[in-house]
């Protein structure tokens, strides 16, 4: 076990930690040159396309310190975007230390902050890496300021390194393993593995990843879940070198993964621990804590006939991505469906485009919206996530909504943009802090049913890419909340309706009847578009008839014939109107979603 190192890197979003993990794994020589690619430990499509990570990845890395001394590394790769904190707390649990990755050219960021707080959490050895030194923007000596100032850190224990050239890479290795200490655990002991991920292999069932922390197992022994208490046969242990290679056991300290021809992904739980059936581990390791959904929305499929497969993609899902939290639904315009739970906008949009592309489901999401609370005129309090279950006004005395306390830290020069933008949103008490020179901190108190639409995005847009932005639910304040429906030619569209702070219901109203205006086709019979709150129209867009020209067979002659004509048909479109039904097509539900730019 000296041997042994597990560590994580962890960072802000696009600083370098995917390209490190290359260069570590080019140098541990696991893969020939002819077959690499960048970022080749981020396996799924959208990862590459839209070059982020989104799934921690394990691998276990061969190296020989300069003493001669070999050591088995084993590195977790973890995401960089708020969204996906929940994966890193994951990675983290299962590590004795961690790169904290900076970049040279930016330096420490929101989410540098928020990860250095959940090592320190761990009690994890912290190894600072300054990244990106070949940059001609770099600014090492700022770096190692913020280092002191920001991140509490000795700046002289930073590693210099840049991934892309591979410059340094041999130091970061030997910082491995001279600071981060060997995992305490006895192969002896009984059994204690903790699982912090796991995939659905159609061959082979559902395969775990985790972490031994006592005892050792392997092929043949008999294995029990602790939190279900069912048991299984190990057909198959090892680690990951990029593709899963068999082993003869698994002892206390490495990190592997687990086959044991496990049918269903409802049997295994994120953050179980599994012990030997024969002798059992006296108690479970902690697990993760409970990860609280703060965006909702509902999912329904296309076709009412394919929810019993989508409700099976779900389930899939869900065993590689723990975030997720559903329940079923349904709805008079879209019928049966699933209430979902998100960390963030970036998360749901993942698992829509995950669903859609590793599932191939076709499915509708209504607009996000949050967590209200309201208190009736008996006293009690309802909680309402979905605009569906919105109390009769009249009964409401009190409605209140989630606020958070959102941390923007960007270059001075776009203070003045961000301050116009929060103060849109909401914003209130800003606090305004300096750590470095031409750099901002900036606190806002802000409603979370602002956030979650589009901010993130804008916030990139206002300052040029360099905002970064992290944000913590601090309380429910008293709001005057109203739910704004939808009419389509009269009738409510349910899935459309929203529930929002009524200074801002107009311009919703507005902006969603814009929307719909430009998405659903014509039709022989003129459709209003409406935003009401209870019986109160406050918005209207109208779309326009297709019109057929009755009188084209009227050669000159009277007036009131052509009149006539005229009369008729616009008998004939009233009486049209009031048996004609709607088509909206799937993509109108899409675009209410999307701003104004897209």
Avoid at 108 to 119: E, F, G, R, W
Avoid at 173 to 197: M, N, Q, T, Y
Avoid at 343 to 360: C, K, P, S, Y
């Amino acid at each position: 076990m000296r041997q042994i190192r597990n560590f994580s890197i962890i960072a802000h979003i696009d600083h370098g930690k995917s390209t490190l993990a290359d260069r570590l794994i080019q140098h541990a020589g696991l893969v020939e040159d002819r077959q690499f690619r960048d970022q080749i430990l981020d396996n799924m499509d959208i990862e590459r396309e839209r070059g982020i990570t989104i799934k921690s990845q394990t691998v276990v890395l061969p190296y020989t310190s300069r003493s001669g001394e070999t050591f088995q590394l084993n590195l977790i790769d973890t995401p960089g975007h708020a969204d996906f904190s929940y994966e890193v707390s994951r990675a983290l649990a299962s590590c004795e230390g961690v790169l904290l990755l900076i970049d040279a050219s930016q330096g420490v960021q929101a989410q540098t902050i928020a990860n250095l707080y959940s090592a320190m959490e761990h009690n994890l050895a912290i190894i600072p890496v300054i990244n990106k030194i070949d940059l001609p923007s770099a600014d090492i000596e700022r770096a190692r300021e913020q280092i002191e100032h920001d991140l509490g850190l000795d700046p002289d224990d930073a590693v210099l390194c840049s991934a892309k050239e591979a410059t340094g890479i041999e130091d970061v290795l030997e910082a491995i393993v001279e600071r981060v200490p060997a995992p305490s655990g006895d192969a002896s002991k009984p059994l204690s593995v903790l699982i912090f991920d796991a995939q659905y292999d159609p061959f082979r069932g559902a395969v775990a990843s985790c972490r031994i922390f006592d005892g050792k197992f392997g092929p043949g022994d008999i294995i029990r879940f602790m939190s279900t208490g069912a048991t299984h046969k190990v057909e198959e242990v090892g680690f990951f070198r990029l593709n899963r290679d068999p082993q003869k056991e698994l002892s206390a300290g490495s990190v592997g993964y687990v086959v044991a021809g496990i049918k269903t992904v409802a049997d295994i739980r994120i953050g179980d621990t599994i012990t030997l059936d024969s002798n059992p581990v006296a108690s479970p390791q902690p697990g993760f804590k409970d990860v609280k959904p703060v965006v909702f929305s509902s999912i329904y499929p296309i076709s009412s006939d394919d929810y019993p497969s989508l409700l099976d993609a779900l389930e899939r899902y869900k065993l590689n991505d723990a975030a997720l939290v559903y329940q079923k639904d349904s709805s008079i315009a879209l019928g049966q469906g699933f209430r979902c739970g998100f960390l963030g906008l970036l998360h749901l949009d993942i698992v829509q485009e995950r669903l859609e592309r590793e599932f191939d489901q076709s499915i509708i999401m209504t607009a996000p919206s949050v967590q209200y609370q309201f208190t009736l005129n008996d006293g009690s309090s309802i909680t309402v996530e979905n605009p569906q279950y919105y109390p009769d006004p009249v009964e409401i005395e009190q409605s209140r909504e989630p606020f958070i306390k959102a941390v923007i830290i960007l270059p001075e020069r776009y203070m003045g943009a961000v301050m116009k933008l929060c103060m849109e949103r909401r914003g209130s008490n800003p606090r305004v802090a300096y750590p470095t020179p031409g750099r901002v901190e900036i606190t806002f108190d802000m409603p979370l049913a602002e956030v979650v639409f589009d901010f993130y995005d804008r916030l990139k847009t206002v300052t040029q890419g360099y905002g970064s932005f992290d944000y913590e639910l601090t309380e429910y304040r008293v709001s005057d909340l109203v739910k704004l429906d939808i009419l389509v030619n009269g009738e409510k569209v349910d899935a459309l309706s929203l529930i929002v702070h009524r200074e801002r219901a107009r311009d919703w109203g507005v902006q969603v009847c814009d929307r719909l205006k430009e998405e659903i086709p014509r039709h022989n019979f003129k459709i209003a578009i409406q935003g009401a709150i209870g019986g109160k129209i406050i918005s209207r867009s109208t779309i326009s008839p297709f019109r057929k020209d009755v009188t084209a067979k009227c050669y000159g002659g009277d007036i009131s014939r052509k009149r006539k004509l005229l009369e008729k048909q616009k008998k004939g479109k009233k009486r049209m109107k009031m048996v004609g039904q709607v088509m909206i097509p799937q993509s109108a539900f899409v675009s209410v979603l999307k701003n104004k730019d897209e």
